[in-house]
């Protein structure tokens, strides 16, 4: 240490603002550089867009040696590599894309201490041939950016981050950063226990996204309600439209072309340059709406999105924070939609119930489930239980969702669910939701009279609820996992384990009532 060198964060506030350009660190991004500056581990989970780049980049900058950054997406490092090129950076990137004698070259750089950074693919850094490499230069950091694929838990598990733990063991005198945009609990545990960051400082910083307001509708007419959805948006709003299918995709785009409405379609069956073309129209020009999959949003850095829609329902609650989080990055009212029903939730139950996965991978895709379904189906603020999920309190109800807007009223659903359930008991345990109402409601159809249904106990006696109320309590019963799809995979239902005390009495069960449509209001006329 030499008394006349500016102090650390001098020195960090100077490499932001000559090198970056910016003139302030954002958040928590100042105490972590200096963690890093200092040499000491650092974990830290920010949603995406809050400025993690700069976390590492910096202190690479700062320490001798080469900032060694182990990255998954390979896709993007060049891109990555290249803007830093552009802010003199020497940086450089290694991974399968390039061709082995430029491999070499950059091998020879980092020998030779010419880079700030090597941004590395996690299999690439563990090859033995590189970690040797490592041992004869002085590496300024570890930063593992997608640190959350170490963990089962998280979304996009990958067994080579398992293995990253080996820095610990190898460099324990080099400083390590993890990085996600994942805050569960489990996934922050996986990220300790493998990537050895017992003594590490957790930075958490708020995932909440203020200016989006969230609303889930129940599916009647899902196209129809989305274009009533559009309708009320200011005239030109750009916004993302997510489909499960390709096909879901194209036919909405269609749909909504129909009506005169700017929207295109993206899905990774098109070809590269249809793509292309797609993201360029979205990005330059304004006002455009883009039906997609989920192939779509990665590296997408629009500004002014206004709403992000699911017309099917995500993959989790993580895909769901992620997609809607493209909506409103500039920080005015920005709306994410959503529309989902009785079929989207048998679907998605049966294809976990029918996947090849292992057991231990299908438990926990279950409970991911059931987190994403009781976020659909809560009764409290969207808002409150999106964050508790990620692992943080909000006090208050946000006042900005539908249910703070207009809070459902719940019922004693008891004895409802009871005939519901007995209904699909003494049917065998194979019969659809429709089907169930009809016995319920004592309708004279093909099928009941086809079963002799019409001689059932349970005949009948649903005639205290009207056939939406029963979906409604049918769809819920289906989220909660009473009611499971069976085995036949025709969309019939069997009453599940859980079912049974339901039966018996030995618990009650209050449900949402069904909502009442309300007269529809512009965003123009909110305040
Ligand atoms: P993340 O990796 O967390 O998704 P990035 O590191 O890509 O986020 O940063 C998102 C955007 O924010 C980038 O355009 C980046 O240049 C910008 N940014 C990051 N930190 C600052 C800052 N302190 N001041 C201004 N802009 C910043
Ligand atoms: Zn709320």
Redesign the pocket.
């Known amino acids: 240490p030499i008394a006349a060198m500016p102090d650390l964060r001098t020195q960090a506030l100077d490499i932001?603002s000559r090198t970056?350009g910016?003139?302030?660190?954002?958040g928590n991004?100042e105490q972590i550089v200096l963690t890093l500056a200092e040499g000491r581990n650092a974990l830290v989970l920010?949603?995406?867009?809050?400025?993690?780049?700069?976390?590492y980049q910096i202190p690479a900058l700062l320490r001798h040696g080469t900032g060694i950054i182990v990255s998954p997406l390979i896709a993007l490092m060049k891109d990555q590599v290249d803007t830093l090129r552009e802010l003199g950076v020497k940086a450089a990137f290694l991974n399968s894309s390039l061709p082995l004698t430029e491999q070499r070259q950059v091998e020879q750089a980092l020998l030779a201490g010419q880079l700030d950074m090597l941004y590395v693919a996690p299999e690439r850094l563990l090859t033995e041939g590189f970690l040797d490499l490592l041992g004869r230069v002085t590496p300024a950091l570890f930063a593992i950016?997608e640190a959350h694929c170490v963990s089962q838990w998280g979304h996009d598990f990958r067994p080579e981050y398992q293995k990253l733990g080996l820095l610990a063991d190898r460099f324990p005198h080099i400083p390590r950063i993890a990085?996600t945009?994942t805050a569960d609990e489990r996934t922050r545990r996986d990220m300790i226990a493998v990537l050895q960051l017992d003594d590490a400082p957790v930075f958490l910083s708020s995932f909440d996204r203020p200016n989006i307001r969230y609303t889930i509708v129940e599916k009647d007419n899902g196209r129809k309600q989305l274009y009533d959805f559009i309708r009320c948006q200011p005239e030109g709003s750009a916004g993302i439209i997510y489909c499960l299918s390709r096909k879901r995709v194209e036919e909405t785009a269609e749909f909504l072309r129909g009506k005169g409405l700017p929207a295109l379609a993206y899905h990774a069956g098109l070809a590269a340059a249809e793509r292309e073309r797609v993201q360029d129209e979205f990005l330059l020009q304004e006002g455009r709406i883009v039906c997609a999959t989920v192939a779509f949003g990665m590296g997408i850095?629009k500004p002014n999105v206004r709403f992000v829609a699911h017309l099917d329902l995500p993959k989790s609650l993580e895909g769901y924070y992620q997609e809607t989080g493209r909506a409103g990055r500039d920080g005015l009212p920005s709306e994410a939609w959503m529309s989902y029903g009785l079929q989207d939730i048998v679907q998605v139950r049966r294809m976990l119930a029918t996947s090849e996965a292992p057991v231990e991978v299908k438990r926990i895709e279950s409970r991911k489930l059931d987190a994403l379904l009781a976020y659909c189906e809560t009764a409290t603020c969207r808002r409150q239980v999106l964050l508790a999920y990620f692992g943080e309190s909000l006090p208050q109800p946000c006042g900005n969702c539908d249910i703070c807007s207009d809070p459902p009223r719940t019922w004693d659903a008891t004895v409802a669910a009871q005939k519901l359930l007995s209904a699909a008991i003494r049917t065998g345990n194979r019969f659809g939701a429709a089907h169930l109402i009809d016995v319920l409601l004592g309708n004279d159809t093909d099928k009941i009279r086809q079963f002799g249904h019409q001689a059932l106990p349970t005949f009948g006696k649903g005639q205290d609820l009207s056939e939406a109320a029963w979906r409604n309590v049918a769809r819920q019963l289906v989220a909660l996992g009473y009611l499971l799809p069976d085995d036949e995979g025709y969309g019939g239902l069997m009453a599940g384990e859980q079912a049974r005390a339901l039966l018996k009495g030995e618990v009650s069960l209050h449900l949402r009532e069904l909502a009442t449509p309300k007269p529809k209001s512009s965003r123009k006329d909110r305040t």
Request: hydrophobic share 35%.
């Open positions: 932001l970056f910016y003139d302030a660190f954002r991004q920010m949603p995406t867009g809050g400025g993690k780049s700069l976390c950016d990085l945009a850095d």
